[in-house]
């Protein structure tokens, strides 16, 4: 408390005139630069307490070290459960974090069917206020209404477990139809979501078009028009009504640009045009980055690997659906991994990827046993469909969990865990030594 109000009374000694005769605006800006010390603090505090328990380890393991034979295995054991330790702890502050951020509001793009359904469910269960839209006022009106089921089942599922449903008061879904590619649809969008929630803090352009696996040379006006005027042209349009909106908004925000096939600029035969609109995407998002460095708005990536969606499976041949079986996942999964790390994200242009070098790994090494998951040696599909996977889903899902945190923390942060880790042990190795 003293602290804070010395804080207070220094920056009140250099504020200027206009922001001293109002107090609510004087209160206003303390409590955002108290919100930045807090945010700075934790991060501080994470890393501080990695270290100190690494250090503490390790200096265990000298003091119980009884001799020069034992003390490279002994330091090295003892540095690995300093990692372990750090990591937890991390992850504790990680699952805090998701868990006391307050509802979100959301529009996601693309939101009847597939993965953009998916993650509307994912947010909507995490507590978030979500707007679904797609070209079709049906698909919008049928999205709404069995989103509002999942919700009631888990309320109804935790109620009859003892569960809390606090985190779900606010939680609601909505809806409007929107083609992407016209300029007065996306402005409609961004003013019905802001008359709905009020403002927008995350904004998804996951609308997306394929059209199939075919050579360039059999795709017809209609298909490269549409691929191109929704994958790019969409993108583009919804960023900039999602920037003017958060622009002007207190908190800012933060915006996400699918990614596919083709983003890194390599090569994507049969799907060129598709290809080509990912590639143009990741300039977009690059030059954007650079373009609103100073913003208080974010511009992110989200790239959810290969999932079993209709954007993926149309015109795909046997060959490639048994490729299918090694790296697919279905959506739930994938919006399940992802969502918690679009609530949370920090800053500018990160990167939020659900096929991370690990999961691939496991894919590669898993290979043997993923062969006939999704689909048998004729292409025919295995698994159940959408409404029989929801079924019992409201019974069988789990809230955001202790290794789905222990997960975000390690991605983010274990490259500088490892490498002060080993700095803490040269320097207690070498006091030791002395």
């Known amino acids: ?87 937890m702890i991390g992850s504790n502050m990680v699952l805090e974090e998701v868990s006391k951020s307050g509802p979100r509001n959301v529009v996601i793009t693309g939101s009847t069917r597939g993965l953009g359904k998916a993650l509307a469910r994912e947010f909507l269960l995490s507590g978030d206020r979500v707007v679904v839209t797609s070209r079709s006022p049906e698909s919008v009106d049928m999205t709404i209404k069995e989103l509002a089921e999942n919700l009631q089942q888990v ?87 999602a920037l003017r909106i958060m622009e002007n908004q207190i908190n800012g925000g933060n915006i996400f640009n699918m990614d596919g096939a083709g983003s890194g600029g390599s090569s994507t035969p049969l799907t060129a045009v598709y290809g080509s609109t990912k590639c143009g995407l990741r300039q977009l998002h690059s030059s954007l980055v650079k373009e609103f460095r100073k913003s208080k708005v974010g511009i992110h990536t989200a790239s959810p690997g290969m999932v079993l969606t209709d954007l993926l499976l149309s015109g795909s041949s046997v060959k490639n659906k048994q490729m299918f079986n090694l790296i ?13 790390r679009l609530r949370v994200v920090k800053g500018s242009g990160k990167a939020v990827n659900y096929l991370t070098p690990p999961r691939i790994l496991l894919a590669l090494v898993t290979a043997w046993v993923r062969r006939g998951r999704w689909f048998d040696e004729q292409g025919r599909a295995l698994y159940a469909a959408e409404a029989d996977r929801l079924r019992n889903w409201a019974e069988s899902r789990a809230r955001f ?22 700095v803490c042990a040269f320097i207690i190795l070498s006091s030791a030594t002395s």
């Not at 202790?402 to 880790?421: G, I, R």
Request: with cysteine; aromatic share 8%.
């Open 155 to 241: 309320k109804d599922a935790a109620g009859a477990g003892g569960s809390s449903t606090k985190h779900l008061q606010h939680a609601k879904v909505v809806g409007v139809p929107c083609d992407v590619s016209k300029p007065d649809d996306v402005r409609k969008l961004g003013k019905y979501a802001v008359d709905e929630l009020g403002s927008i803090d995350i904004w998804v352009n996951n609308a997306g078009m394929n059209k199939g696996f075919r050579p360039l040379l059999q795709f017809d006006d209609d298909d490269i028009q549409q691929i191109v005027s929704t994958n790019l042209v969409g993108s583009i349009l919804c960023t900039r009504e």
């Open 328 to 340: 697919c996942e279905q959506p739930e999964t994938v919006a399940r991994t992802l969502v918690p």
């Open 401 to 422: 969990s202790f290794t789905d945190a222990m997960e975000m923390y390690t991605e983010n942060t274990w490259v500088s865990v490892f490498s002060l880790s080993v």
């Open 1 to 87: 408390n003293k602290l804070v109000g010395s804080i207070r009374k220094a920056v009140w000694s250099v504020s200027k005139p206009s922001l001293r005769s109002s107090e609510s605006a004087f209160r206003e800006a303390m409590e955002k630069l108290e919100e930045t010390l807090f945010a700075l603090s934790i991060h501080v505090g994470r890393y501080i307490v990695t270290m100190l328990s690494t250090g503490v380890i390790l200096l265990i393991g000298f003091q119980l070290s009884g001799g020069d034979e034992q003390m490279n295995t002994l330091v090295w054991y003892s540095w690995l459960g300093g990692i372990i330790i750090g990591t």
